[in-house]
């Protein structure tokens, strides 16, 4: 059997809205159909396993051997490397920054539709279980990953918290500063893993969640910056 004739077994306990339904084909494709269905299911099999899982198990899984997996990937690493780009990198909208940055709006106002986009393009079963394996076994994937948060969040996040707290822009942001920020994507990212990872019970509406904390979050920051600043000064 060839990497054609890919299925894709949805994940114990997911609701038939939560994952895709199971693909199955039995035409032949192009090499590049075929690539991204072994992308899908690489990314549902790390999800389930981390990143530790062998290639062996994956290829068993997709009804190809082994040698055939590796017609498209050279190697595991090369696979992880895809999966980060389709997981990490392809999560990230590149106009979040600048709708961020706007400061035409209210502080408050853009941060929550930012964590409301960002959680509807990352709070997934697989996406939230993947950002865990990275953390815990994969620290290549994770430091790549947090320096492109660092460099398109935390970093801009700074500065329109210092804008709102009358503090001047014109330094690099400070570790205290990157840290209670980083505090904030942590507070969010916290429900994905509550739901998806610790299959606690969370509200139906993480809409209302992730706005709560951020506002919770922006009430208080901006006295903090200001403290920092005095201190600093």
């Known amino acids: 059997m060839d990497a054609s004739s890919i299925t894709s077994p949805r994940p ?32 549902r099999f790390f999800a389930e396993v981390g990143f530790e899982g062998q290639t062996r198990a994956l290829a068993q899984r997709l009804g190809v051997t082994q040698p055939l997996l ?35 709006r209210p502080l408050v106002e853009r941060v929550v539709e930012f964590y409301l986009s960002y959680t509807k393009a990352n709070f997934s079963y697989e996406r939230v279980r993947l950002f865990m394996f990275a953390g815990l076994k994969d620290e290549s994937v994770a430091n790549r ?14 500065q329109e918290i210092r804008a709102e707290a009358g503090v001047a822009t014109d330094t690099p942001p400070s570790p205290l500063e990157i840290e209670l920020v980083a505090g904030l994507h942590g507070a969010v990212g916290y429900v994905g893993l509550r739901r998806w990872v610790y299959k606690a019970q969370t509200p139906e509406d993480l809409d209302a969640v992730v706005t709560q904390l951020v506002r919770s979050y922006l009430a208080g920051i901006p006295a903090a910056f200001r403290a920092f600043a005095t201190a600093a000064g």
């Open 145 to 158: 990953y947090m320096a492109h948060v660092r460099e398109h969040l935390f970093l801009p996040l700074c």
């Open 70 to 104: 590796y017609r498209y990937f050279p190697d595991k690493e090369a696979l992880i490397d895809r999966v980060y780009h389709e997981v990490f990198l392809g999560g990230w909208e590149t106009d979040w920054n600048t709708a961020l940055t706007d400061r035409s």
């Open 12 to 43: 114990p306990g997911l609701r038939e809205q939560e994952h895709p339904a199971p693909l199955k084909t039995r035409r032949r494709l192009p090499r590049k159909e075929r690539e991204k269905l072994i992308v899908a299911e690489a990314v």
